[in-house]
């Protein structure tokens, strides 16, 4: 992938020499309270702060509708450009996501880049996409972004410096990519076939784990949440923790050991965040489908965090819209050593969750027994008559699943045992019997 879109994907790897100062700009909607426009510039600032910048100041303005022309109105405009003069800003963010043409006649006002939501949330992606697939997942929604903003030929003179916020969800300049639709277009369908070609590869995995008869995991949450330092608890897989949003794009799958000695998959999966730009769900489906492949997911929530409920319900709104929401579900509250009351008080008010924390250990031994009974009632109790001489059968079911009982008849040896699809469907041939999951 050398392509010129590949070097500007590439800009966003370089390290800044200095910090952007970014106004960070909100608007109250019908159907919304100052309060929520605060909590979203809130976790604006976050991401900006991820991408590299400081927030220099806010403008917040109610509407009933966003202005067709710069989504604020024209005297807030006025006052945000005055803003950005008096706090030295070099850019300004909307909470809110901006079309082509508001974003070009903001630019043209104020003199000075302007992004949205949306712009920031790419550029993170694009620094923290490591592996091939991960590249080619944000190149896709990057250019998807950057596609109908062509049209209006944006010129140097805009933020150009280096490896800024503006100038990495642009590339340096489309006038200097000399990049245009048609030539957009066929790189879209080249990242489009590549990542269905990776697609097939995950998938064969995927058949491949499956075949192996062992219960798949999914560690799903918000970004942040604690996802990866509870992998590294459970499995000492090293996956990167840091204390930044999106530190890890990449699924980590490890095998784990519960402690009735069934082994499961437990996998680490992209974490989510409030309005997640539909262009990255769509770029990142492939890798996100490991959720509504899993036989159950672990749903880890930050309990330190302004709203851990919004937390919840941005979550389940990407997994509604990967078709997860009916994969059987625990909720388990992390970080009780930073905010122990509020999990306790969580706990108490989600039926079945637990409070946790990764950093110290406190609450993993009992997650691992309630993960290993939660996996136990939703797995098929089945009754197999495996023949004397067939002593690998009766070790594979040993293996890969929960002997509950045995007899010896004359025949062979009678065993009940809970045991995932893929094993009842490799030994259908020794089922006499099968029993529904406990509901």
Known sequence: MNSPYNQALGATLIERTKRERIVL??????????????????????LVDTAGADEAGRLVQKRDAPDHT??????????????CLAVDADTVVFDNDLNPAQQFNLEKLLGRTALDRTAVILDIF???????????????????YRRPRLRR??????????????????????????????TLSRRITKLETDLADLLSTRQLQRKSRSRSGLAAVTIVGYTNAGKSALLNRLTQAGVLVEDRLFATLDPTTRRLSLPGGEPVLLTDTVGFVRRLPHGLIEAFKGTLEVASAADFLVHVVDSAAPDPEGQIAAVRKVLGEIG???????????????????????????????AISALTGDGVDELLLALGDRLRSISKVVELLIPFERGDILAAVHREGEVVSTAHEEQGVRVRARLADASVGRLSEYVVARTPPLQ
């Not at 608007?27 to 309060?35: C, M, Q």
């Not at 923290?128 to 896709?140: D, I, M, S, Y």
């Open 324 to 354: 997860a929401l009916e994969v059987p579900e625990m909720l388990v509250f992390n970080k009780s050593d930073r905010a122990a009351e509020v999990a306790d008080e969580l706990v108490s008010t989600h039926e079945g969750s637990l």
């Open 153 to 182: 030929g944006i010129k140097g003179n805009l933020s150009q410096q280096s490896g800024g916020i503006g100038t990495r969800t642009r590339g340096k300049g489309e006038t200097k990519l000399e990049t245009d639709r048609r």
């Open 25 to 46: 700009v909100g608007v109250t909607l019908p159907g919304h309270t100052d309060a929520d426009t605060e909590a979203g510039l809130d976790e604006l600032a976050l």
């Open 70 to 83: 710069w989504y604020i109105g024209k005297g807030k405009v006025e006052e945000l450009r005055d803003l």
């Open 126 to 144: 694009g620094q923290n996409a490591h592996t091939l697939e991960g590249k080619a997942q944000v190149e896709l929604a990057l250019l998807r």
